[in-house]
Every structure is written in structure tokens, then in C-alpha cells.
């Protein structure tokens, strides 16, 4: 695919547009897996925000939702992009995807079940983009909740905040858990942990057919 402009990258993934704890982390997208990206999948695309950030830099974008109401919106707001309205642990999408992204759904599933769907839907070489919330399970974690609820308010303040249509869900997994599951199902997988009460996960599926943790 041919270079894209790192300006148009910069402008589309930093926009204040639908500012939100979750869509504050979109701007990372081009950092943790640079595009241009081949086949992009979104799962839990809601109304589509990252999908139709995505589009410019992609060859074939996909969203898929469980709440029907926000993939017809999405439909709606980009016709030409392709959403499906289904469970992501058993719908038909067409993978593998060159990129797989999840922001804050991880936890909406079953975690073993999610981490080991989310693999299987990687290409060889792909990356694996997961942004999501957990309950602390250390020092270390309340530290960074003590941070993210320091900058929350002024950054409220500045940006305001964008509440989607899509039904929310606060998440129940520890920290320390997701670490240890997606070190074991994802090996080489980059945990961090950010602001807003977030982590996040990026995986690189190896791209010489080698077989990963089952």
C-alpha cells in the first residue's frame, strides 16, 4: 500500500470530535500499529467513530456491534464501510484482519473467550489493538487511578465529554488478570497502563505461522 501523509494522520486521530475517556486513546492507534493498514476490524464499533477514522488509511474497514441500534447508525453515517450487527465471539466476519482493534469491550465477554478470539481473527504479521478498564489489584494500579482522577476534571473541562448510545458496562476483571491471561494467550503482548482509569494491550501475531499459547 502506498505511504500515507503523517499530517492527515496526525489531524484525523487527534480531533477533539467525540471526546471521551475511551476515544481519548484513538489517537495512540497510529503510534502502537502505523498504518496504512490492509483489512481493519473494529470489535464493539458502536456508532462507528474509530471505523470512519480508519477508512482513509485502510484498504477494507469492518465494524462489528451486538447493539443494533448503533450499527444502523453507523451504517447510516458511513454507507460505504461494512458493519455487522452480531456477537463478535461467533459471527461470520470474514477475517483474518490486518489490524484488530477493541476498545473498551474486552469486557464485555468472557476474558479467556475474548483474548483467544481476538488472536484468532489476527493475520499472520497483524496487530491486535485492545484498549479497556479493570478493578485494581495492586499499589501500582491505584496509584494510576489516583493520577486519572486528577487529570479527568480539567480535561473534562477542556474537551467536554461525549456519551455514546451504545449500553455501558463496567468492567470486572482485575488488572493483574488481564496481564497474566494475555501474557499467556498472547506472548510478546505490550501491557500498559494510562490514564482514565485504562490499559492497554498491543499484540504483533508472528508472521511466520508460528504457533502461539493455546
Known amino acids: 500500500m502506498p505511504a500515507v501523509d503523517a499530517e492527515a494522520v496526525r489531524r484525523t486521530f487527534r480531533t477533539a470530535e467525540c471526546w471521551n475517556h475511551n476515544t481519548h486513546y484513538h489517537r495512540f492507534l497510529p503510534r502502537w500499529a502505523p498504518p496504512p493498514w490492509g483489512r481493519v476490524l473494529d470489535v464493539g464499533c458502536g456508532e462507528g467513530l474509530l471505523t470512519r477514522r480508519v477508512a482513509p488509511f485502510a484498504h477494507e474497514v469492518v465494524g462489528v456491534d451486538a447493539d443494533a441500534g448503533?450499527?444502523?447508525?453507523?451504517?447510516?453515517?458511513?454507507?460505504?464501510?461494512?458493519y455487522v450487527h452480531g456477537d463478535a465471539l461467533t459471527a461470520d466476519l470474514?477475517?483474518?484482519?490486518d489490524l484488530v482493534t477493541c476498545f473498551?469491550?474486552?469486557?464485555?465477554?468472557?476474558?479467556?473467550a475474548g483474548l483467544r478470539r481476538l488472536r484468532e481473527l489476527v493475520a499472520p504479521g497483524?496487530?491486535?489493538?485492545?484498549?479497556?478498564?479493570?478493578?485494581?489489584?495492586g499499589p501500582l494500579d491505584y496509584w494510576w487511578i489516583l493520577l486519572g482522577t486528577l487529570a479527568n476534571w480539567p480535561a473534562r473541562l477542556v474537551r467536554g465529554h461525549w456519551e455514546p448510545s451504545v449500553p455501558l458496562r463496567e468492567s470486572h476483571e482485575t488488572y493483574g488478570r488481564i496481564w497474566r491471561e494475555?501474557?499467556?494467550?498472547?506472548?510478546?503482548v505490550r501491557f500498559?497502563?494510562?490514564?482514565?482509569?485504562?490499559?492497554?494491550?498491543?499484540?504483533?501475531?508472528?508472521?511466520?505461522?508460528?504457533?502461539?499459547?493455546?
Open 94 to 97: 470474514g477475517g483474518p484482519f
Open 192 to 214: 500498559r497502563h494510562h490514564l482514565y482509569w485504562r490499559y492497554s494491550l498491543v499484540w504483533r501475531a508472528p508472521a511466520d505461522g508460528e504457533a502461539v499459547a493455546r
Open 70 to 82: 448503533a450499527v444502523a447508525l453507523a451504517r447510516d453515517l458511513a454507507p460505504a464501510l461494512t
Open 126 to 137: 497483524g496487530a491486535l489493538v485492545v484498549v479497556g478498564g479493570a478493578q485494581p489489584s
Open 104 to 112: 473498551m469491550v474486552l469486557h464485555h465477554m468472557d476474558l479467556d
Open 182 to 188: 494475555s501474557a499467556r494467550l498472547l506472548p510478546g
